[in-house]
């Protein structure tokens, strides 16, 4: 099975810090995504890279930069970080893009006061 | 308006009942399906996939697709207490950007020892 780690696991920032969540996965897939979980809006898509050098805006992506240095991680950085995007954050993986299953690692919860 | 939407919200069975959920796409792109299920403090992990119409049977989970109606369902027989979670719809377009996964709200189950 697919293995996608997250770093930190929890992290307290204060407002207008910066802040940035890792991901790492082992098993050479070509996709990586980042998610954000929230009650009432379930999973939604940040950003995504079809590989190493590449990142692309997802469905909610103002407040966040992405980073994807090498095939095996995949940043997400919050440059000035605010109340609102307190969240538990997921980083995911796939082999191909289109219809393919995605792997997803255990979470990062954020608080930001 | 959610793309992807899930009922019930939540659902109650007794062990070694039968679990149904439900799904439904109200965007016509979106056609294939995924089932995943998300354990208290963990990531999402998928259970199955289905793109075709008709039932997909994969040990005690068996998923139901009609295209014709966009509607998709996840029945558990003989329930478990180690089933007790949330469990997502996911769908993903036949066109455009074929790689990115629409999240229904989910669904928690609780399985009643």
């Known amino acids: 099975e697919a293995a996608v780690t997250q770093s930190p696991r929890n992290k307290v920032a204060v407002t207008g810090g910066k802040v940035t969540l890792s991901c790492n996965q082992t098993?050479?897939?070509?996709?990586m995504y980042w998610y954000r979980q929230d009650t009432g809006h379930g999973l939604r898509l940040i950003h995504y890279?079809?590989?190493?050098?590449?990142?692309e805006k997802g469905d909610i992506p103002d407040g966040y930069k992405a980073s994807r240095p090498s095939q095996e991680n995949f940043s997400l950085i919050l440059e000035l970080a605010t109340p609102s995007q307190t969240s538990v954050y997921f980083c995911?993986?796939?082999?191909?893009?289109?219809?393919?299953?995605?792997?997803f690692g255990p979470g990062t919860r954020l608080l930001v006061l | 308006q959610q793309k992807v939407q899930q009922s019930p919200e939540s659902l109650s069975v007794p062990e070694g009942g039968m679990a149904s959920l439900n799904c439904t796409s109200s965007?016509?792109?979106?056609?294939y399906f995924w089932w995943y299920r998300q354990h208290s403090g963990e990531g999402p992990k998928a259970l199955m996939?289905?793109?075709?119409?008709g039932d997909k049977k994969e040990g005690r989970f068996t998923a139901h697709l009609n295209k014709a109606s966009l509607h998709v369902s996840l029945h558990i027989r003989d329930s478990q207490p180690s089933d007790s979670a949330l469990y997502f719809c996911?769908?993903?377009?036949?066109?455009?950007?074929?790689?990115?996964?629409?999240f229904g709200l989910g669904t928690t189950l609780q399985v009643q020892p």
């Open positions: 995911a993986s796939g082999e191909n893009w289109g219809q393919d299953t995605q792997y």
């Open positions: 098993n050479n897939h070509n996709n």
């Open positions: 890279s079809y590989g190493a050098g590449s990142t």
């Open positions: 965007d016509r792109n979106f056609q």
């Open positions: 996939s289905i793109f075709s119409d």
């Open positions: 996911a769908a993903s377009p036949l066109t455009g950007n074929t790689g990115k996964l629409i």
